[in-house]
């Protein structure tokens, strides 16, 4: 099955600075790449996705990059913010079948003022 | 996602027992999940469903039942062979037009 790995596991970033978290799948077929936030005690929330058809997606100060022919993808947030702290979950899926997420073991973001 | 609950938000149960999590969606949506979410780990697939009256195991299935007799309703019961229980339950479902998962706000099952 599909293999998801995440990193860093913990980010501190000073405020206004920018994050970047990593991700590398296994199986070339996946085609749909969902990164979640989830607050704690939260539930998580879709922030962005991205499709293999597209090299990146931008919304506001997020971005997803993705390099199919590496197999990873990437998150950036800029201008970071306090109420960014949390922790990020980046999953990947294929689309047709049986959908299964299959997520990475999730960033702790950290945004100090 | 607020159109995805789940009950009790807390649950705590003694070993030996049998416990059934509630999910409930009005998002019409046909296909449910239900994850198990443990500290510094990602989500971890139970069981999912992609129409009613059917049902596949996920990756981490062994302990755990569920049933799917209505669109909106998917339960999933924890049973005492699920030997580490005590954790965090995420229920979701998937949007067919988007592919995206939402999520319910989670029970948090504690075994005493």
């Known amino acids: 099955g599909e293999n998801v790995e995440q990193h860093p596991s913990t980010l501190s970033v000073q405020e206004g600075d920018s994050a970047v978290i990593k991700c590398t799948y296994s199986?070339?077929?996946?085609?749909?790449f969902p990164w979640y936030k989830q607050e704690l005690g939260k539930r998580p929330q879709l922030i962005i996705d991205i499709r293999s058809n597209v090299g990146e997606k931008k919304d506001q100060r997020i971005a997803v990059t993705l390099n199919k022919t590496a197999k990873h993808f990437s998150l950036h947030i800029t201008e970071t913010q306090p109420e960014d702290s949390a922790v990020y979950f980046c999953a990947a899926s294929i689309v047709r079948g049986d959908y299964k997420l299959s997520f990475g073991a999730g960033t702790t973001v950290t945004v100090r003022a | 996602d607020g159109g995805i609950t789940q009950s009790p938000k807390y649950l705590f149960r003694k070993e030996g027992q049998n416990v059934t999590l509630s999910c409930e969606q009005n998002?019409?949506?046909?296909?449910m999940y239900w994850y198990r979410q443990d500290p510094g780990q990602g989500l971890r697939l139970i069981y999912y469903?992609?129409?009613?009256?059917?049902?596949q195991k996920g990756d981490i299935a062994e302990g755990y039942s569920v049933s799917r007799e209505k669109k909106e309703s998917f339960p999933l019961t924890v049973t005492s062979a699920q030997k580490n229980p005590t954790a965090f339950y995420l229920c979701?479902?998937?949007?067919?037009?988007?592919?995206?998962?939402?999520f319910g706000p989670g029970t948090r099952l504690t075994v005493l």
């Open positions: 199986d070339s077929a996946s085609n749909y």
């Open positions: 998002l019409n949506h046909d296909a």
């Open positions: 979701a479902s998937r949007s067919k037009s988007t592919d995206t998962q939402y």
């Open positions: 469903s992609q129409i009613v009256n059917d049902f």
